[in-house]
């Protein structure tokens, strides 16, 4: 491992904490032992070639997957009103919660089971970020009821990696650069991740042009991914790559990936010419 | 969103009853549209009963056609080989509709039920005679792009905004229905909604605590030649500026029977049988859907920003018979 790496854990080893979050961090001693097995992880996957990037979104992905366990105290529940006692499913983890019936599948995975990778948007069934799996179909967590899911099997973003290894999409979602800021990410990783079963079983769309005749196992073309990820809205507009990261994963050819980080010695060149510039 | 008692029910004659007992309560199946509308306190229930664990998501064939079940899923519908192979008018007119998430949750009883996207009828700080009767309706001077041209009145220019129920109508469908008595009544489709009249808080004739149990398609001979339209305002995800349901049974060239039906021009699906009549015995050629068209948008009497509508529905009528001609859906 270089240095340059071991500098990059540090800064997440030795954050500057609020006395909020130093307290929480003493009530989860999971967390302490998070740097050890996160450096033993990163060995691996950068020997495997991951990018630096998506070492860190899977180390914040592990943080907030391991807040879990904190369920209850951070958020204390407040008094409900026409309780409704649920048991379900999240990402293979039995759950029994007792909630107020107002509230959302997305408000329960973020407020009261603190799964913050499903992201809340518009919270009015336009925008696809609350997107998550239920009993094998993508559906919208804000307008669903989790009172409605008694008895559910919920997969969100946290549940799509196996352990440290990320799902095929989300892999793919990073080497074909799916997305800029991430906020509609989780919504369309597991809107993606469903869209493969959808082509297994030979559901149609919009866009599908021959209805009468079921066939299996569908090529989908890129406006069959379009139309099908159209319930994913992206406001950085990362289309393209969202799209060939589907592709990739959907018919199983690799495609070259388009980018790469900018190694220190360009960026040392750049400040070069930036220099020769100002002199001129 | 208000309090609501909430119950999960497991039989079809208890939900009826249990939703008939209260005049504020209402069934809760797919939820893509009343949990939408509760959010935003258009909708007010004090109880909503869980219907979607009934056993009433069947789709099969019944004697003279097929029975698609109230609760079975958009996806589903659209999807399964009953309604592909022999309705494919309908899975195209469901797959046009909304995104692959919402169509996941939605019902097939739930489509038929959806309520008007005016943008008054959702924004509470707005007159709306839908949602409370008697306050005034602010489109019909207002913003009114996406409202009706045809069958409307000074009390609402709203319209249905749906794409299922389209099909249906061109598809002559028929809505069975159960009651608190415990009896089963049946609605042609083409009177199950409403225009809007003095009573535009009524969408249709379902009375308080009837629960829709399936939707009856009964056989016919559209499924080569049909294609349902949508022109909307981006390609895919937004309702429709107006679409057209189109079903044609053409022998040597010559059209037998027609059915036009158009969306988002008025309360509920617009179906134009004078159009549909002008077209019969005609050969399927431009000139003759010319016609139908110009026929079918005779009456529209457009507001002050929804002319548009009436070319753009000639011209999808055209459009959708001709592609019906070439195959369509099929």
Known sequence: ?280 | MKSFKYTRSTDAASAIQAVSANKDAKFLAGGTNLIDLMKEYVERPNELVDITRLNLAQINSVKGGVSIGALAKNTDTANHPLVRQNFPLLSQAILAGASAQLRNMATNGGNLMQRTRCQYFYDVAMPCNKREPGTGCGALEGLNRIHAIFGYSEKCVATYPGDMANALYALDAIVRIKSANGQERTIPVQDFHRLPGDTPEKDNNLQHGELIIAIELPKNNFADKSYYLKVRDRASYAFALVSVAVALEVKNNQIKQARIVLGSVAHKPWRSTEAENALVGKSANDETFQQAAQIAMKGAKPLAHNTYKIELGKRAIVLALQKAMNGGAA
């Not at chain 1, 992880?41 to 860190?56: D, P, S």
């Not at chain 1, 409704?84 to 407020?111: C, F, P, T, Y």
């Not at chain 1, 998550?132 to 899911?149: E, K, M, N, P, Q």
């Open chain 1, 1 to 280: 491992m270089t240095d340059e790496f071991e500098e990059f854990y540090k800064s997440f080893e030795e954050p500057e904490l609020t006395a909020d979050e130093k307290e929480l961090l003493a009530q989860m001693p999971e967390i302490g032992e998070f740097g050890e097995s996160r450096r033993k992880f990163l060995g691996n996957a950068a020997a495997g070639g991951l990018g630096l990037f998506a070492l860190q979104l899977l180390a914040q992905e592990q943080v907030l997957a391991r807040m879990e366990t904190a369920e209850g105290a951070m958020f204390a529940s407040v008094a409900e009103e026409n309780a409704v006692a649920v048991r379900l499913q999240i990402n293979g983890v039995e759950k029994s919660l007792n909630l107020d019936s107002r509230v959302s599948l997305l408000d329960a995975l973020r407020e009261r089971l603190a799964l913050t990778g499903t992201k809340k948007g518009c919270d009015q069934g336009q925008c696809g970020a609350c997107t998550v799996i239920v009993d094998g179909r993508r559906v919208l967590s804000c307008l669903t009821l989790t009172a409605t899911c008694e008895g559910k099997k919920v997969t969100t973003v946290e549940g799509l990696a196996q352990g440290d290894e990320l799902h095929p999409m989300q892999a793919a979602f990073i080497k074909h650069d799916g997305f800029q800021c991430g906020y509609c990410t989780p919504g369309q990783l597991c809107s993606a991740v469903a869209l493969l079963e959808e082509a297994k079983n030979g559901e149609a769309s919009h866009a599908t042009t021959n209805l009468r005749s079921k066939a299996r196992n569908l090529k989908l073309s890129q406006d069959e991914i379009r139309e099908r990820m159209s319930g994913n809205i992206c406001r950085c507009g990362a289309y393209p790559g969202i799209v060939a990261a589907i592709q990739e994963v959907h018919s199983g050819r690799e495609t070259a990936q388009t980018w790469r980080f900018v190694s220190d010695e360009e960026i040392a060149a750049l400040n070069t010419e930036e220099k020769a510039d100002e002199i001129v």
